[in-house]
């Protein structure tokens, strides 16, 4: 089957070599598709040694336009299956079979990291955002997730057609991501992964880039829910 990772990386360099030489020892036969968006510090030389896909963006459009550039090359090439993978080091390769075999039962499979069988530590505000993010997607899908922020996913042919034409531009785009697949029919199913802390760079969300989107977010969960009941009625 045909398969592919996906690689958003932003001024990666340092952690990219590892997880791309991690992906492809354990898995030589994956695609792999770095999205490199205007990095500065040679990302996109990295992923061009390893032999890797690399599509680069002349300036920075964001991980959401990344990802659906990314989604849109394996589109084109007839991808079967893709996952999306951090190039942060914080996604654990000995984990992708895990995923991928979700996609047996379900369109979208989301490594979980905060599931019943694993504890993974994340700062406080941070911890009530994703709380309060859970309940939001849980109002407006009728879905449980526990972990709506992951950027661990795998996805089907179909889920990657859609994505290649819908996948939401802004950031906190993953749980827009989730809205956008159930609201088109998808089944989206959650499995409990290990994850690793980042081994360098930056986090990209600061602060208030993260109110910002937060509210923007609960604007695009309440005008797709009245537009639902609109639709209806
Ligand atoms: N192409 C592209 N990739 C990005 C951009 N911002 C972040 N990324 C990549 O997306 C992945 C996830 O970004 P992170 O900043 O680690 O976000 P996160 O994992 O939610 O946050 P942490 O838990 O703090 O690491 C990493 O591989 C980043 O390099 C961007 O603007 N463009
Ligand atoms: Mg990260």
Redesign the pocket.
């Known amino acids: 089957m045909k398969t592919a990772a996906i ?6 360099a340092e952690s990219l070599p590892d997880v791309l030489q991690e992906i492809k020892q354990a898995f030589p036969e994956h695609l792999i598709v770095v ?5 500065t510090d040679g990302t996109s030389e990295i992923a061009k040694e390893f032999g890797c896909v690399c599509l680069s ?1 002349p300036f ?4 959401g ?3 659906r550039l990314g989604f849109r090359y394996c589109n084109e090439k007839e991808i079967e299956r893709a996952y999306q ?4 080091g ?1 996604h654990d390769p000995t984990q992708i079979s895990l995923l991928l075999s979700g996609l047996q039962k379900a369109d979208m499979v989301i490594g979980s990291r905060f599931s019943e069988e694993n504890s993974y530590e ?1 700062g406080r505000s941070r911890k009530t955002a994703m709380s309060f993010l859970r309940f939001l997607i849980r109002l407006s899908t009728g879905h449980k997730f526990t972990d709506t ?1 992951s ?1 661990f996913r795998a996805f089907n042919k179909p889920v990657i057609g859609l994505f290649s034409e819908e996948y939401p531009l802004e950031y906190m785009d ?1 749980v827009e991501a989730i809205l956008i697949a159930v609201k088109n029919g998808f089944n989206v199913r959650e499995i409990p992964v290990q994850m690793r ?2 081994s360098a ?5 600061r602060n208030f880039r993260l109110i910002y989107y937060f509210l923007r977010l609960l604007i695009v969960i309440f005008v797709g829910s009245r537009r639902k009941t609109e639709g209806k009625a």
């Open positions: 690689v958003p990386a932003f001024n990666e999205v490199d968006d205007g990095s963006m920075n459009l964001g991980i336009g990344a990802l993978f951090d190039a942060d914080q994340v922020s950027g993953s802390e980042r760079g930056q986090p990209s969300n």
